[in-house]
């Protein structure tokens, strides 16, 4: 096995965290205290995730298991970010 195919779930596993853990906490960042609800890092983040989706269904075999990980890992990140966008909504 090559090393990239570790290499590129881990890396897509550490940024749907990290994407899930910015969307979770978004409101401590507020210096204020208040929510904003104009998000646009928040929707451009959604909208990367969810390109990276439609290239890893596009992509041909299942890469030993990993292809199906990958799209697991960012559906996680793009359900996390959207819990986000709605926390900062309220």
């Known amino acids: 096995m090559t090393l990239w195919k570790p290499l590129?779930?881990?890396?897509?596993?550490?940024?749907a965290l990290l994407v899930g853990y910015q969307a979770a906490f978004a409101n401590s960042a507020s210096p204020s205290g208040t929510?904003?609800?104009?998000?646009?890092?928040m929707e451009a983040a959604l909208g990367y995730?969810?390109?990276?989706?439609?290239?890893?269904?596009?992509?041909?075999?299942?890469?030993?298991g990993w292809r199906t990980a990958a799209i697991a890992s960012t559906d996680n990140a793009i359900h996390e970010t959207r819990r986000g966008i709605a926390f900062a909504d309220r």
Do not use: C, I
């Open 35 to 41: 929510r904003v609800a104009d998000q646009p890092n």
């Open 8 to 15: 590129a779930l881990a890396s897509t596993s550490a940024f």
């Open 49 to 64: 995730l969810q390109q990276a989706r439609a290239s890893l269904l596009a992509a041909e075999h299942n890469k030993g």
